[in-house]
């Protein structure tokens, strides 16, 4: 798991290096909400041989952390909304949104999810 934070590589960098590549899970959460994306990366790093198998990244966001050029990013590419407390987005390897999730998700989930994609199904076959 990654943060972001202290880097001097923007977002938009960080993903357009992983694009291609690796799918990423990023999750965003306010500071007052913070048990969220503990509850979510305790999740996700039970998870780790499932993760690395699809070639998955988790990147963690914490809003008071996040730059205003990646927050404009955020909110312009991935609708984010400031009010928002909790947002995670899975993101293909096309560098696109695949789901946007609100509430915690199982690592199961996000498997489902990643096994069902046209590219995944493909590297299954290798």
């Known amino acids: 798991m990654e943060s972001v934070a202290n880097q001097k590589t923007s977002l938009k960098a960080i993903l357009n290096e992983k694009k291609d590549n690796r799918r990423v899970i990023l999750l965003y959460g306010r500071d007052d909400a913070?048990?969220?994306l503990i509850d979510q990366q305790e999740a996700l790093s039970?998870?780790?041989?499932g993760l690395a198998e699809r070639d998955m990244d988790v990147i963690v966001l914490?809003?008071?952390?996040?730059?205003?050029p990646d927050?404009?990013?955020?909110?312009?590419d991935f609708k984010l909304l400031p009010s928002e407390d909790f947002v995670g987005w899975l993101i293909g390897k096309d560098g696109g949104v695949k789901q946007t999730f609100k509430k915690l998700v199982t690592a199961?989930?996000?498997?489902k999810l990643v096994d069902g994609m046209p590219m995944r199904k493909q590297e299954a076959k290798h």
């Open 108 to 111: 199961d989930e996000l498997f």
């Open 71 to 76: 927050r404009q990013f955020l909110m312009h």
């Open 46 to 49: 039970e998870a780790k041989a």
């Open 62 to 68: 914490i809003a008071s952390m996040v730059t205003e």
């Open 34 to 36: 913070q048990h969220f």
